[in-house]
């Protein structure tokens, strides 16, 4: 391709207004996350050829997201080891937000990043608010962590998400339990009133297109598609 005059134009044009986006899908298990970060990483990179999607998950598979996800697949108790994970969550954090930063600073002259992350600090707060810890407390451990541009919270009532994960798979983990689930579910959405950013309740209850269609028209509204 020959680059011109018009040709550079355009494309600081669309560098400017293309900003780095980091957003979160959030909610209780069950309540389809996973469907959706893989319909949004498609639409990402189908838009438009100079969007750079990265996906990824916490816990993460790293030295503290590991231990996490032992107590999880070992312990039966949804409500023991709450200190505990409150503070291997915290670390696993740390350090995945430092490579989430890397990727999200690394706009060059043709590419700009979307990093979708499948959970982030919001389940610290819904989960170990939970299981007894105090908000302040947590919010002390958390609040200095990376705000994300948007939160799609994926709203459907515990039982429902219960029968999605006795269909899905064997076996349940350790918070999989109905009556933490809809403790659980209060404090999701609760949420909206106690951080400070853009949080948006998504009716996850719907059918996996229907879901991702209201997820676009919330994306659409904000600019960011």
């Not at 207004?17 to 209780?28: D, S, Y």
């Not at 697949?73 to 080891?81: A, L, Q, R, V």
Request: glycine content about 4%; overall charge neutral; proline content about 3%.
């Amino acid at each position: 391709m020959f680059w011109n005059h018009k040709n550079f134009f355009n494309l600081a044009i669309a560098c400017f207004f293309m900003k780095p986006i980091f957003l979160i899908l959030e909610g209780i298990d069950g309540c389809g996350k996973g469907e959706q970060v893989k319909l949004l990483q498609n639409f990402f990179y189908d838009k438009n050829k100079r969007i750079d999607v990265f996906t990824t998950r916490e816990p993460t598979y790293g030295q503290y997201g590991m231990a996490i996800r032992h107590i999880l697949k070992t312990e039966e108790d949804p409500k023991s080891s709450a200190d505990e994970l409150l503070n291997l969550f915290t670390k696993d954090r740390a350090e995945h937000i430092s490579t989430i930063k890397c990727i999200l600073n690394n706009v060059s002259g043709e590419l700009c990043p979307v990093v979708i992350c499948d959970r982030y600090y919001h389940s610290t707060y819904a989960f170990q608010q939970t299981q007894g810890v105090p908000f302040e407390r947590i919010h002390e451990t958390q609040k200095n962590f990376l705000k994300p541009t948007i939160t799609l919270l994926l709203d459907i009532e515990a039982r429902a998400a219960l029968e999605r994960i006795s269909n899905g798979r064997r076996g349940i983990e350790k918070f999989e339990k109905l009556d933490f689930m809809t403790e659980l579910r209060q404090n999701y959405l609760k949420l909206k009133s106690q951080l400070d950013e853009d949080i948006v309740i998504i009716d996850a209850a719907k059918s996996i297109p229907e879901v991702f269609q209201q997820i676009l028209e919330v994306l659409m509204e904000r600019g960011l598609v």
